[in-house]
Nanobody
């Protein structure tokens, strides 16, 4: 069974940076797509960024230019570097593994979620 272990959340002031990590255990990481989602209180979960096993990448408009997704296949890990953070970035962030890209969009794997990591950005 695939396990996803997330880390890196925390409290940061507006304008600051955080780097989230998601380590995949129990799967051939290099051949699968992976995405980062977030969910703020009262909101639906939304796709923030995703990376295919090839060269496709997706970013939500709200994070373009500020967030960067990257992966290290040797470590079975994906990262989300978040710069210039804003209070509206406050949410629980989840990684999702093994979904599929259709065009430039990533569709989640409904059974493969991490436990989530809280990101809080103060104003």
């Amino acid at each position: 069974q695939v396990q996803l272990v997330e880390s890196g959340g925390g409290l940061v002031q507006a304008g600051g940076a955080l780097r989230l990590s998601c380590t995949v255990i129990g799967s051939t990481f290099s051949i699968n797509a992976i995405g980062w989602y977030r969910q703020a209180p009262g909101n639906q979960r939304e796709l923030v960024a995703a990376n295919s096993s090839g060269d496709r990448t997706y970013y939500a408009d709200s994070v373009k230019g500020r967030f960067t997704i990257s992966r290290d296949n040797a470590k079975n890990a994906v990262y989300l570097q978040m710069n210039s953070l804003k209070p509206e970035d406050t949410a629980v962030y989840y990684c999702n593994y093994g979904g599929r890209f259709s065009g430039s969009y990533y569709w989640e794997n409904v059974v493969s979620w991490g436990q989530g990591t809280q990101v809080t950005v103060s104003s």
